[in-house]
């Protein structure tokens, strides 16, 4: 489903991806790990053309990127750290999200309720705390349905019911056979939900490799140390 081929991205004199190759699927849900600085967010961002590519191509089902923005409606993206206008409660950004999109025919608002947000809707976004921030981010990002969903720290600042709501649904669409890419620092909270591996180190890929395949490889089961192992 998405298919990058050689991008290589400087700032400066850094290099922060070098000759990067790699092929994502439909039906996988990948872990793109990495110590800061390996690339990860840049990779991420070169996918969602918040940074232009201009050395390699990156194609999603099959069409390059370049000078086509409306790939991006088959993607749900949850940032780290979302910033939304001050003034606006929750609702309103919920609403202006939808009239942005227009189409509403596929809308998904089951964390909308799991996480009880209508309750909250009438709250200013610059009252909120992070968590709350963070709920409205995976709201979002799941809302109109995408074929491809992109978390980055997905469950940073969330408290252990909410992390745990949104990890099932994170299950569930990965059940409907959806392409999940998750960055993480956490990595035990990973390991339930990923079948492949992407660890990134300064600007390159060390490891892609299924889960399974780890597993067997290094004949450990937990994934900080199935890391650890397979790098050595």
Do not use: W
């Not at 450990?220 to 790098?231: F, M, P, V």
């Amino acid at each position: 489903m998405i298919s990058i081929e050689n991008i290589s991205k400087s700032f400066g004199k850094q290099e922060v991806l070098k000759n990067i190759s790699v092929r994502m699927n439909s039906n996988e849900c990948i872990a793109l790990i990495g110590p800061n600085g390996s690339g990860k967010t840049t990779l991420i961002k070169s996918i969602l053309g918040m940074v232009p590519v201009v050395k390699g191509n990156i194609q999603i089902d099959n069409n390059s990127i370049k000078d086509n923005y409306q790939y991006r409606e088959l993607i749900g993206y949850m940032p780290q750290i979302g910033r939304y206008p001050d003034n606006m409660n929750i609702g309103q950004v919920i609403r202006l999200m939808k009239d942005i999109r227009g189409n509403q025919s596929t809308i998904d608002e089951t964390l909308i309720d799991d996480f009880n947000l209508r309750e909250m809707y009438s709250k200013k976004m610059s009252t909120l705390s992070g968590g709350t921030r963070q709920k409205v981010s995976a709201c979002i990002a799941f809302l109109f349905n995408p074929q491809i969903l992109i978390l980055d720290e997905p469950t940073a600042g969330l408290d252990p019911l909410s992390s745990e709501i949104l990890k099932n649904k994170i299950l569930v669409e990965k059940e409907k056979g959806k392409l999940i890419i998750i960055t993480s620092h956490v990595l035990s909270e990973l390991e339930d939900m990923i079948t492949r591996v992407i660890y990134m180190q300064d600007g390159n890929i060390r490891i892609d490799a299924s889960l399974n395949e780890l597993l067997q490889q290094t004949g450990e089961n937990k994934l900080g140390k199935i890391i650890s192992k397979a790098l050595n």
